[in-house]
């Protein structure tokens, strides 16, 4: 269904004050840098950039515009065997002291694990993703795991809820490496991203993180709502201290032009 040019307005400007609640997404991308790092020479200049070093080895003393030390995100996109996973934590380790706190979470770190008959198992990957994190120190975060559970569940809310209490609720809500999920509406859809960002933050302690797919300003505008609301919903005993962090809305940085009239760009605080 095509909605009118009235309710589409209405979405923007909803949009307009949200996405200044929800990480502002220009700000997101000055003091948040989300990249991908591969434990090699190719990303030294990545964990050097991590660790607050200059090319020359020497300390650097920059900083986000707030006067505060800017913090990372790593994107492994299911790219690394535990062992590169381990290197890449490794290297943090030599570079910096500090180097592990600038990191916020490493979203998907382990590439897709499978049980003994080779079919994909979110209990398997889990197990292993809690190993990297113990063993690492490092948190993650879930992206593609949660679009190929929903695949796998033909998209049913109550079975996607019930494997996920099945590996962060009961005793474990709050007490995992799993810091965050990484809910993408454009694929997730969004009655289901907004259901699973309630069930994350309410019961599995588990901060929500509304994030694009290159999403034109329709897509963010609808993005920033569903993560102002998220962020406002109400969380449980053991979410208490869930640390809210920044939504991924600033890929519209990226795009040559908007769908939106004036783009979803020009309401976007500096």
């Given at each position: 269904m095509?909605?009118?040019?009235s ?11 949200t ?6 997404a220009?700000s ?29 080895g020497?300390?650097?003393?920059s ?5 505060k030390?800017?913090r990372?995100?790593?994107?492994a ?11 890449f934590?490794?290297e943090?380790r ?6 592990l ?38 948190g993650?975060?879930?992206?593609e ?8 569940r ?10 996920l209490?099945?590996a ?31 069930l ?26 569903l ?13 208490s ?30």
């Amino acid at each position: 269904m095509i909605r009118s040019a009235s309710a589409l307005s209405k979405s923007h400007w909803n949009a307009v004050a949200t996405s200044r609640r929800c990480g502002r997404a220009r700000s997101w991308r000055r003091s948040t840098a989300a990249a991908t790092l591969r434990p090699s020479s190719s990303c030294s200049g990545s964990i050097a950039a991590i660790a607050g070093r200059r090319n020359d080895g020497r300390s650097s003393s920059s900083s986000s515009s707030n006067g505060k030390r800017p913090r990372f995100r790593a994107d492994a996109n299911r790219a690394w065997d535990v062992a590169s996973a381990r290197a890449f934590v490794d290297e943090l380790r030599r570079a910096s002291d500090s180097a592990l706190d600038a990191i916020e979470f490493v979203e998907e770190p382990l590439e897709a694990q499978t049980d003994n008959g080779g079919r994909r198992d979110l209990g398997v990957q889990v197990a292993a993703l809690e190993a990297f994190a113990d063993g690492g120190g490092l948190g993650y975060a879930l992206d593609e795991t949660l679009a190929d559970l929903a695949v796998l569940r033909d998209r049913d809310f109550d079975w996607i809820a019930a494997d996920l209490r099945g590996a962060f609720g009961g005793e474990s809500a709050g007490r995992t490496g799993c810091v965050a999920f990484v809910l993408k509406p454009a694929l997730l859809g969004l009655e289901l991203s907004m259901r699973i960002a309630k069930l994350a933050r309410g019961e599995l302690g588990i901060a929500p993180v509304f994030s694009s797919s290159f999403d034109s300003g329709i897509g963010l505008a609808y993005a920033a709502i569903l993560a102002a609301v998220a962020d406002d919903s109400p969380r449980s005993s053991s979410s208490s201290s869930l640390e809210r962090f920044s939504h991924g809305l600033g890929t519209f940085g990226m795009l040559r032009g908007d769908t939106l009239s004036p783009p979803f760009e020009s309401y976007v605080n500096e």
